[in-house]
């Protein structure tokens, strides 16, 4: 299993749980899995052509995948996935 970390503004969408866990082979598959678990998460996640927003980071085991190999990142039983929206301001 994989455990997958939910920021605060996406508890909604896994009644108010802040981790759940989830089988997947790759980033892109857990998206999938957990969309169709806690319906709405892709939505907030990807872009309508289906590319991670902007704003949205993830890390595998405390690796930004964007250093890795982006959503077709692998997972493994055992990693732990964070989501962590970016936060603008000034």
Same mark, same amino acid.
């Given at each position: 299993?994989?455990k997958v ?7 909604? &969408? =896994?009644?108010?749980?802040? %981790? ?11 998206? *999938?899995?957990?969309n ?12 309508? =052509?289906? *590319? &991670?927003?902007?704003?949205?980071? @993830?890390?595998?085991? %405390? %690796? ?5 190999k982006?959503?077709? =990142?692998? &997972?493994?039983?055992?990693? *732990? ?5 970016? @936060?603008?301001g000034?």
């Open positions: 299993m994989i970390r939910i920021p605060t503004p996406l508890r909604p &969408l =896994t009644k108010g749980q802040g %981790e759940v866990e989830t089988k997947a082979s790759s980033v892109v598959e857990m998206i *999938e899995v957990l169709s678990a806690h319906p709405g998460i892709k939505d907030r996640l990807c872009d309508e =052509t289906g *590319e &991670l927003r902007r704003f949205v980071n @993830i890390y595998v085991n %405390e %690796e930004d995948i964007r250093f890795l982006g959503k077709d =990142t692998s &997972l493994k039983d055992g990693d *732990e996935v964070s989501i962590v929206p970016a @936060i603008a000034g």
